[in-house]
């Protein structure tokens, strides 16, 4: 974890996801989008997966329901999926979509239910056996999880763990910004901080080559520019359609040879997440200006690089030095959280002080050289000493 990794500067490889068969984006594009996507798939009967707010306190999915039901592919709604998509939850979730009839996912949301409709695809598949159903993912946040191949869930012990499989990445996408509007602004805010946290992290992920993260720099500066106007004016359309495209660059989809994960601020996400019932957007508000400091200490040479190119992309000046540089873009970072209004702390969730070193130790994978310093930087995330 300390940043260490083989240069992809010259020698390396790229392929996209398996499944995906399209991304359709624009405002009001679902009417379209979503039946185009079902022909080229070739689906019958939908099923949507998605969560109790969305479904009981906004139309969003109402839309999606009516526009399945002028197709005659509406086979039923599954909206028990909470934050962290519990086992619960998606075993419900599968068990219903057995007695439906549906042959493909419409999963509607923010990561909860696109990952969640990931673990009962993958569920099923153990299940019954045959090919993997597929999925077409609407998002309302950006979170990104319809770009990835791997679906975090909550298991019976409270941790956050995973299913993955290359079959397992949705077949369609639709970023329609129109949806996002009943989205609460808290939420919208800070998955685009968790996209800014896929996109930096994404700089120093192993195996990742040169253009991916000249898109994440594109994401980067579109969630600068774009996140504070989206707070100005959450109903300015454009903004938002701009950020949904930021969050897509943020997590481009990628077939990795060998599977690595994004990099320490999400483990730590991951870990602060479940157990502590805290939104995956507020742990990366928490978590990712202390990584990218930390970087500037232990990461690499080449890593710091691409850190450090970052201010260029903003325009903003350097500070004379490779490490120092990092610095500024981790409090550019900070400076960012805060004027959203997303400064948070860990004794807000009831974080333990005593569990620090075994939150460090699982995201880290072992005690090793750099456990000292998560620790350090996890107790300045107290509002008091």
Same mark, same amino acid.
């Given at each position: 974890m300390s940043g260490q990794s083989l240069s992809t500067e010259l020698n390396g490889f790229y392929s996209w996801t398996d499944t995906l068969r399209g991304v359709y984006y624009g405002p009001g594009s679902v009417t379209t989008a979503l039946p185009t996507l079902l022909n080229t798939l070739g689906a019958t009967k939908a099923f949507i997966v998605t969560g109790n707010s969305l479904y009981t306190k906004t139309d969003v999915v109402k839309r999606v329901e009516g526009i399945l039901r002028e197709q005659d592919r509406y086979a039923g709604t599954f909206y028990d999926i909470g934050q962290h998509s519990p086992i619960a939850g998606i075993r419900a979730g599968a068990g219903a979509f057995k007695k439906s009839g549906a042959d493909i996912i419409v999963s509607v949301g923010?990561?909860?239910?696109?990952?969640?409709?990931?673990?009962?695809?993958?569920?099923?598949?153990?299940?019954?056996?045959?090919?993997?159903?597929?999925?077409?993912?609407?998002?309302?946040?950006?979170?990104?999880?319809?770009?990835?191949?791997?679906?975090?869930?909550?298991?019976?012990?409270?941790?956050?763990?995973?299913?993955?499989?290359?079959?397992?990445?949705?077949?369609?996408?639709?970023?329609?910004?129109?949806?996002?509007?009943?989205?609460?602004?808290?939420?919208?805010?800070?998955?685009?901080?968790?996209?800014?946290?896929?996109?930096?992290?994404?700089?120093?992920?192993?195996?990742?080559?040169?253009?991916?993260?000249?898109?994440?720099?594109?994401?980067?500066? =579109? %969630?600068?520019?774009?996140?504070? +106007?989206s707070k100005?004016?959450? #109903?300015? $359309? @454009?903004?938002?359609?701009?950020?949904?495209?930021?969050?897509?660059?943020?997590?481009?989809?990628?077939?990795?040879?060998k599977y690595s994960a994004l990099g320490l601020s999400h483990a730590l996400g991951h870990r602060l997440g479940a157990t502590y019932g805290i939104p995956h957007g507020i742990t990366s508000c928490l978590t990712l200006a202390p990584i990218v400091r930390l970087k500037a200490k232990v990461a690499s040479e080449e890593d710091k690089?691409?850190?450090?190119?970052?201010?260029?992309?903003?325009?903003?000046?350097?500070?004379?030095?490779?490490?120092?540089?990092?610095?500024?873009?981790?409090?550019?970072?900070?400076?960012?959280?805060?004027?959203?209004?997303?400064?948070?702390?860990?004794?807000?969730?009831?974080?333990?002080?005593? =569990? %620090?070193?075994?939150?460090?130790? +699982?995201?880290?994978?072992?005690? #090793?050289? $750099? @456990?000292?310093?998560?620790?350090?930087?996890?107790?300045?995330?107290?509002?008091?000493?």
């Open positions: 923010g990561g909860s239910p696109i990952d969640a409709s990931k673990a009962i695809i993958f569920f099923l598949h153990e299940e019954l056996g045959g090919e993997f159903l597929r999925q077409i993912a609407i998002p309302t946040t950006l979170s990104a999880a319809e770009y990835t191949y791997g679906g975090g869930y909550t298991n019976e012990a409270g941790q956050k763990t995973s299913v993955s499989s290359h079959y397992l990445a949705p077949s369609g996408i639709i970023l329609d910004a129109e949806l996002s509007l009943a989205t609460p602004e808290r939420l919208w805010l800070s998955t685009g901080i968790r996209a800014l946290d896929h996109a930096v992290e994404t700089l120093y992920r192993p195996s990742i080559v040169p253009p991916l993260k000249v898109l994440c720099y594109g994401a980067i500066v =579109d %969630l600068f520019k774009y996140l504070p +106007r100005a004016d959450p #109903n300015d $359309i @454009h903004v938002r359609q701009k950020l949904q495209i930021a969050s897509w660059m943020s997590l481009w989809p990628v077939r990795l040879e690089q691409w850190l450090a190119g970052t201010l260029h992309q903003l325009h903003q000046s350097s500070t004379g030095s490779l490490e120092g540089d990092v610095v500024k873009l981790s409090e550019l970072i900070d400076e960012l959280v805060s004027n959203l209004g997303l400064k948070t702390s860990l004794d807000q969730y009831q974080v333990p002080r005593e =569990d %620090l070193p075994v939150i460090a130790e +699982r995201a880290l994978g072992g005690r #090793n050289e $750099i @456990h000292g310093d998560v620790v350090s930087f996890l107790q300045k995330l107290y509002s008091s000493p």
